[in-house]
């Protein structure tokens, strides 16, 4: 009899235990942090990257910063602002670069030279304008990258059979820059832009291996030389590059050393 009572008692403990422990695993699966359900302009802007529009990509970014600046998902909406920004100013600075080669080159009278100094104003211009956004997104997240574990922000592969980008994507200025005639149109200031801002972007990004060490590294290339604040700007980019590449696995990475050596530059 006093045995029935001993294996009862255990039994009676065993349930009490187990039960216990159900209990717990239950609570720690409730409690577990499930991220809110992301803002409409938020869902909007990875639809749009996934069909390589840049250009709605960046308006839909605006929407989240603008609607939902307390949001989980904001850091993304600068980062993904940020990324099509670069890819621009990226862009611009080629057709300038290209341009400059071609004078170079070339004999050109007096209407040509007008059309080729218009058309570096035009350039000047945009890299202007791109660069206030891109000052603002680049400090943000610079900023704020201690809480971009938050969210993670899944970039789209390179299209299929993807063609990195070159200087012969920019047809008529490769083409003035290799023999400095005939000028570009007036049309072929943006006809290619779409598909150079996309080729641009995987550049920078390189999005299906995406590295914050070599994406802070590629912007600090493309900041104004001639301007204090973005100079400053790419100065805290290149010193991030060395912050995230101060431990001993990535004490010899070919962009801390990169970084180290433009920063001497400076």
């Known amino acids: ?67 939902f600046p307390n949001s989980d998902y904001v850091y993304n909406a600068y980062l993904v602002k940020n990324m099509v920004i670069s890819s621009k100013i990226g862009v611009e600075n080629r057709k300038f670069n290209l341009l400059s080669k071609g004078i170079g080159k070339s004999m050109l009278n007096s209407n040509d030279l007008e059309a080729i100094k218009n058309y570096g104003e035009i350039i000047y211009s945009n890299v202007q304008n791109y660069n206030i956004d891109f000052e603002i997104t680049t400090q943000y997240i610079l900023d704020n990258f201690i809480n971009l574990d938050k969210i993670e922000l899944k970039l789209p592969p390179e299209p299929e059979n993807f063609i990195p980008i070159s200087d012969k994507d920019f047809f008529s200025f490769y083409w003035f820059s ?74 010899y990475n070919e962009y801390r050393l990169k970084a180290q050596e433009d920063l001497n530059k400076i």
């Open 1 to 67: 009899m006093r045995n029935k009572k001993i294996i009862a008692l255990l039994l009676y403990l065993l349930f009490i235990v187990f039960g216990l422990s159900g209990c717990n695993t239950q609570t720690t699966t409730t409690n577990k942090i499930i991220p809110p359900q992301p803002p409409e302009p938020y869902t909007l802007m990875l639809e749009q990257l996934e069909l390589y529009d840049l250009d709605m990509a960046e308006k839909y970014a605006d929407l989240v910063i603008k609607d």
């Open 178 to 251: 290799q023999v400095g005639s005939p000028i570009p149109l007036d049309t072929d200031l943006t006809n290619d832009d779409k598909n150079n801002w996309m080729k641009e972007f995987y550049k920078l990004t390189h999005a299906s291996n995406f590295s914050y060490i070599e994406y802070f590294y590629n912007i600090s290339d493309i900041t104004d030389k001639t301007n204090e604040k973005t100079i400053t700007l790419g100065k805290d980019l290149l010193n991030k590059v060395i912050e995230l590449t101060e431990n001993e696995d990535n004490q």
